[in-house]
Structures are given as structure tokens and as C-alpha cells.
């Protein structure tokens, strides 16, 4: 009991419920056999880790829109590896599409953290606008209007991950791994983190480094963007610029911020709900974005803490079973 | 030397495009605090308006562009009133909420006016040669009259009661209001002259170069390089720096070729943000 209570407040409830829902996730490539279903979980699956390299930054007050342009350094890699080098192995990509992304954004962050609050928006905006401009200029390394195509299977233990469930069922562990990055970076730095949301100056003045614990933030969230392009790359089998637009990244903003910022919950509810919406009006895709664009108007006007923030706030009150029941 | 000329020549009418949209960028920013990333959404809006105006209710042109102008500066100002108002002192809701803006403006006109980009054409075909330079005579008057336009923008908050209430506003708001300048009344004056600056560029400018949905994004991508590098808030800055990407894009196109222009522009922004991370007229960002 001790134990369980003392892992429960270090770990915080809504971080312990969100890796036991990615772990019971692991499960579900076990049950599902709709190819429908399955590329929706698997579209999910690459939201929530999109949307968790978001919820990083907003811990820090930052509003990121690099997302894409981490994700295409991070897919392009894993690409470039396994058609151009042969290298297959899962571990490998996987370490690859995460670690070069958080090397490039080691020098990056020097550059753009010094800038504050929208400065840092627009400059972050300005890089997602650049990577598929950088993508179509450099034929040479990323293959050009082209792109990658044909990526040979990735292999796990020695054997090859082909079908589309199998493709899930690592996007799932992926999204499990990404989750439990970012629980643990939230909560080691969560004082720093907090103390440069809530007053950045007086925390600086307090001795607090607050440049290094944004560098360790925005290189973790570009880790995790590069783990989502690695699987958006393998679920396409092809790594393509029109994959990584810069458009793309308010998609990840919208299910943070629909989901809910405050919670770690937030990211993943709002990515399985808005993945899920956007497919069902999947028949134009411009009315997922109208869609988009009125949930977070209302989301801002209405209910700052998203999904997620309402749930919280009804569940106390004995009427709101009733509400969300029906 | 033709060709350094005309492109140079096509470079200042960029400029001065771009020069419009980003006054009202920074006017916003400057004066309210907002990062309006419904911008390139009012500029095509401006753009449809105008288009209906002339293909569906038979309007002159200059009729149509005054009618986009009015429409957006109308939408701009409810919009301010009704839901920007509300949150207005947090940064990023006020970010966000205008990015949903956007995608609903994006959205309203593809439901309306179909995915395709409609006929649009400049009402004046042609071109102007003089000593051997060819320039369309489109461009020259799109040209002359943002040129105008930002002079008016100017005169109207440097020289006007109501401008300088807008930079008191801008300068402290809370001295401004003890003053007796209502922020309440300005704000939304001071966001639809933005918008509706957004929308008659977009009224004059799509007939020349495309009229899609999509073509807010890159407007928008492109006010932000204004911005960035004039500093944000700061109007001479804003105007000086659509100048030089005005015309560091018509050199690169005709010169480079490809999106390398494009490029070029970022190196030169990332340049400009390690020497001055406030941008060259700028001055410390508001919020944290």
C-alpha cells in the first residue's frame, strides 16, 4: 500500500493512467482485423505521439508548429537508413528517428529559445513551412519531389513487421514509449518546467538555468516528433514531403488543445477523438479542418482545459454521471 | 540589365504587397497584443469576396475590391468583439483561437465556392513597354494603389485622433484608458483596419496570382517573415522589411529558380534573429 501511494504521487494519477491505456493498446492489434480499423489506430497512434511533442512544449508556455518538419527529420532518416544503407533493424531506426532529431534540435534550440513567447511561435511556424521547401531542394539525400519510395520491411527479433497489424502494433509501442519519454520528462523536470511557465524572469532570478531545461524540453519533443514520422513513414512505406506539410502541424496543436493542455491525458484523448472525427468526415478533407477550427474556437471560448478539463470538472457532481453516461 | 531591372521592377510590387498585409500583421500585434493567424484567411476572403462581387453579381472590379475590403473589415470587427474579446490577454488562446478562425474561413469557402480555383481575372490585360522593359500593366496599378494604401494607413495613425488613441493603446494600455481612450471601442476599429487592409490586398492581388483555398498559407507564411524580420509591432520595420523580401523573391525566381528563393529568405531571417533575436526595428516581445 505504502509502495502503491508513493509510486501514485511521484508518478501523478492522470501520467499513470494514460501508460496503463497505452499499455492495454498493446492489445488491441490482437482483436481488431478490420483494415479500416486498424489504419484509424494506427493514424492515432502517430497523432498522439505528434501531439504529445506539443504538450511537451506547453509546459513551458511554448506553443510549438515545428512538429512536421521534426517528424520529416525523423522519418527521413529511418527512410534513408533502410533503402539506402540496408539497415532494418527496429531498435536501430528507432533509436536513429529519435536521436538525430534531438541532435538537430540541440543547435536549433540555441537559436530559436532565445526568442520569447510568439516570436518563438512564428519561428517554429516559419520551420514547418521550410522542411518540404529543404526536402524538395536536396533530390540528392531525400529523393526530391519523389520522395523515398519502397522501404524494405523493418525486422523485430528476426522477423519482419509487414502486415498492416503488425505496422499497428509497433506504432502502438512506439506511442507507449513516446508516453512514457514524456511522463518521465514532466515529471523529473516538472518544478523547472512549471516555474518557467508561471514566471520565467523570477525563476531566473532564483538561480534557475531556465535555457537548459527549455533545450532538454524542445529536444525530447523533437525526439518524439521523430518517432511519429518513423511511423508515419512505415505506415506509408514511402517518405514523401507532402506528408510533412507545414499544415499538418495544426493538427497536432488541435488535439492538444482540444484534449485538453493540462493533462497528459489531453493529447492522447484528443488525438483518438479528432483522428477519429476527421475520418468519419473523411469524404472532403476540408470539413475535418472547418471541424477543427470550431472545436478549438470552442475549446478557447469555453473550456480551457479541453476535453479532458470538462471531464474533470463535471466529475465530482453527482449529475454529471448521468451526463456523460447518456 | 533589362532583366535586373524588371525584376526589380516586380520585386517593389511584392514588396508593396506584402508591405499591406503585414502593416495590418504588426498593427494587430502592436496595438492588441494578437497574433492573428487568420490573416491570410481575411486576405482570401477578400479574395472571394471579390470574385463573387464580380462574376456572380456582375460588379465593376473597383466596386468588388471596395466591397471585399468592407466585408472583411465588418467580419474582422465582429470577430473582435464578440470572441477575441474575450480572451484577450492570453497569448496563446488568443493564438489559437484565430488559428480556428482561420481553418473555419478556409473551410466556409470551400463548402461554398467548390475545392477549384475559379477564373479570376485582372480586369486590365496588357503591358507597358518602356525602354525595353516590359512590365504588365496589372502589376503597376496593383502597385500604385497599395502604395496609396499604405500611405493612408500611415497618415491614419500618425496623423489622425484615432490613430494616436491606437498607439497610446499600444504604448500603456493602462495610462491610455486613464486617459479616457476606450480599448473597448478601439480594439475592434483598430483589428477590422487590419483585416480589411488584408482583404482588399487579397481582392487585388489573387486576380494576378491565384485564387485558390489554399492560398492563404502561403500569405500568411510570408507576413511572418515580414514581421519577423521588421520586428514585430513595429510599422517602418514591417514596411522596410516587405521591401527587402518583396524583393529578395523576384532576384531569387528569376535568378535561382525553384523554391531556392524561398530558402534563401529563411537563411536570411535565421541571420538577422542571431544578430537581433527582436528582429531589426523590434522591441521586446510581450507575453512571456
Known amino acids: ?326 | 540589365m533589362v532583366e535586373i531591372v524588371s525584376a526589380g521592377l516586380i520585386g517593389l510590387s511584392l514588396g508593396a504587397q506584402y508591405a499591406l498585409l503585414a502593416l495590418g500583421f504588426t498593427l494587430i500585434f502592436g496595438i492588441i497584443g494578437v497574433v492573428n493567424f487568420a490573416h491570410g484567411g481575411f486576405y482570401l476572403l477578400g479574395g472571394y469576396v471579390a470574385y463573387a462581387c464580380v462574376s456572380m453579381a456582375g460588379l465593376p472590379y473597383p466596386v468588388a475590391v471596395l466591397a471585399a475590403a468592407l466585408a472583411t473589415a465588418a467580419l474582422g470587427y465582429l470577430f473582435e468583439l464578440l470572441l477575441l474579446e474575450r480572451v484577450i490577454d492570453d497569448h496563446l488562446s488568443t493564438l489559437i483561437l484565430t488559428l480556428g478562425f482561420s481553418l473555419v474561413i478556409t473551410t466556409g469557402i470551400v463548402l461554398v465556392f467548390g475545392p477549384d480555383a475559379p477564373l479570376f481575372q485582372f480586369p486590365v490585360q496588357g503591358v507597358v513597354r518602356f525602354l525595353g522593359i516590359i512590365v504588365p500593366l496589372a502589376n503597376i496599378i496593383v502597385f500604385a494603389i497599395c502604395f496609396a494604401a499604405i500611405g493612408v494607413a500611415y497618415a491614419l495613425i500618425y496623423r489622425t485622433n484615432f490613430g494616436r488613441s491606437l498607439r497610446a493603446l499600444s504604448e500603456d494600455r493602462a495610462v491610455a484608458e486613464a486617459l479616457g481612450i476606450r480599448a473597448r471601442l478601439m480594439f475592434p476599429l483598430a483589428f477590422a483596419l487590419a483585416t480589411g487592409l488584408a482583404g482588399m490586398t487579397g481582392a487585388l492581388v489573387t486576380p494576378i496570382l491565384s485564387l485558390t483555398p489554399h492560398a492563404g498559407e502561403p500569405v500568411l507564411a510570408a507576413s511572418f517573415l515580414v514581421v519577423i524580420l521588421g520586428g514585430l509591432g513595429s510599422l517602418g520595420g514591417a514596411t522596410l522589411a516587405a521591401f527587402l523580401v518583396g524583393m529578395i523573391e523576384a532576384y531569387a525566381a528569376v535568378y535561382l529558380g525553384g523554391s531556392k528563393g524561398a530558402l534563401m529568405l529563411f537563411v536570411l531571417v535565421l541571420i538577422v534573429l542571431l544578430v537581433r533575436p527582436t528582429g531589426l526595428y523590434g522591441r521586446t516581445a510581450r507575453g512571456a
Open chain 1, 1 to 326: 500500500m505504502q509502495t502503491k501511494t508513493s509510486l501514485l504521487s511521484r508518478i501523478g494519477a492522470a501520467e499513470l493512467i494514460a501508460l496503463a491505456v497505452m499499455v492495454s493498446a498493446l492489445a488491441l492489434p490482437f482483436f481488431v482485423s478490420n483494415a479500416a480499423t486498424v489504419s484509424l489506430l494506427t493514424q492515432i497512434m502517430i497523432g498522439v505521439m505528434g501531439a504529445l511533442s506539443v504538450y511537451i512544449m506547453l509546459r513551458m508556455d511554448l506553443m510549438i508548429f515545428a512538429v512536421p518538419a521534426f517528424m520529416a527529420i525523423g522519418g527521413y532518416t529511418a527512410a534513408i537508413l533502410s533503402v539506402r544503407h540496408d539497415v532494418t533493424d527496429v531498435f536501430l531506426l528507432v533509436a536513429a528517428s529519435f536521436g538525430i532529431p534531438f541532435l538537430v534540435a540541440i543547435p536549433l534550440g540555441f537559436l530559436v529559445l532565445r526568442m520569447r513567447g510568439v516570436y518563438f511561435v512564428l519561428v517554429t511556424f516559419v520551420l514547418a513551412e521550410i522542411m518540404p521547401l529543404l526536402l524538395f531542394e536536396t533530390p540528392r539525400l531525400t529523393g526530391g519531389s519523389n520522395g523515398i519510395a519502397g522501404l524494405p520491411a523493418v525486422v523485430a527479433f528476426g522477423r519482419p513487421i509487414e502486415d498492416s497489424t503488425s505496422i499497428l502494433f509497433m506504432c502502438t509501442a512506439l506511442a507507449l514509449l513516446a508516453t512514457a519519454i514524456t511522463v518521465a520528462l514532466t515529471r523529473v523536470f516538472r518544478p523547472q518546467f512549471e516555474s518557467i511557465r508561471e514566471n520565467e524572469l523570477l525563476g531566473q532570478s532564483l538561480g534557475l538555468l531556465a535555457w537548459k531545461y527549455k533545450i532538454y524540453g524542445f529536444c525530447v519533443s523533437a525526439g518524439i516528433a521523430g518517432l511519429a514520422g518513423f511511423a508515419l513513414v512505415e505506415m506509408l512505406m514511402t517518405a514523401h514531403p507532402s506528408s510533412f506539410s507545414a499544415l499538418s502541424s495544426v493538427n497536432y496543436v488541435a488535439y492538444t488543445i482540444v484534449g485538453g493542455q493540462a493533462s497528459i491525458l489531453g493529447p492522447l484523448v484528443g488525438a483518438a477523438l479528432l483522428v477519429w472525427a476527421s475520418n468519419l468526415f473523411s469524404l472532403q478533407g476540408e470539413v475535418s479542418q472547418g471541424l477543427f477550427g470550431i472545436l478549438l474556437i470552442v475549446a478557447v471560448i469555453f473550456a480551457k482545459g479541453g476535453i479532458v478539463g470538462v471531464v474533470e470538472k463535471l466529475r465530482p457532481k453527482p449529475k454529471a454521471s448521468r451526463l456523460t453516461a447518456s
